[in-house]
């Protein structure tokens, strides 16, 4: 019979032995179960991915085309003075496992910009090996909920 040897740290051996306390012993196919449902989810997510038009410059604009899911979405508001723009975020998973960061930086804020009518500002695209990369270049509450979505926590779990 094929073996896999799976190491574990001392901090997550509580969860080892309760799982196998609860499988009445035989860890290998609660392991193998959790294995097939991550693949599950996985294949899921994989089969979500779609193609991706964005904007990219600012005085000559072009499109660019990807094929990625979508991780997370937010507006960051300037104020109508223009000495703060409005950007607009948006992080992908691409289909190579790549982190992309789409922006479009509005000078200043408007109501039509916020509808999303205003084609004026510029737009970025920047590609990255890991989330990890945007921490510093997003808002904390725009990064963590990419991260989020990226580990698959696509909703929060509320205990009401």
């Known amino acids: ?21 609860l499988a009445g012993g035989n860890l290998s196919s609660t392991i193998v179960r959790a294995l097939r449902r991550y693949v599950e989810e996985r294949l899921q997510e994989n089969n ?10 600012s005085i000559v604009v072009v499109l660019k085309r990807f094929t990625a899911r979508q991780l997370a979405h937010g507006i960051l508001a300037g ?15 691409t289909k190579r496992g790549k982190i992309a960061l789409h922006t479009h930086t509005i000078p200043s804020m408007s109501q039509s910009v916020l509808k999303g009518l205003s084609g004026e500002g510029e737009y970025t695209l920047e590609v990255f090996d890991s ?20 580990e698959g926590l696509h ?5 009401i």
Do not use: W
């Not at 094929?2 to 196998?20: G, H, M, N, R």
């Not at 104020?79 to 998973?93: H, K, L, M, N, V």
């Not at 909703?155 to 205990?159: G, I, K, Q, R, S």
């Open 79 to 93: 104020d109508s003075s223009g000495s703060q723009p409005t950007i607009r975020y948006t992080a992908f998973e």
């Open 155 to 159: 909703f929060e779990e509320l205990d």
């Open 48 to 57: 979500r991915m779609q193609n991706f038009e964005v904007k990219v410059g």
């Open 131 to 150: 989330i990890e990369n945007l921490k510093s270049l997003v808002p904390s509450e725009f990064f963590d909920a990419a991260k989020a979505s990226l």
């Open 1 to 21: 019979m094929p073996q896999k040897t799976i190491y574990v740290s001392e901090a997550d051996l509580p969860i080892f032995d309760q799982a196998q306390a």
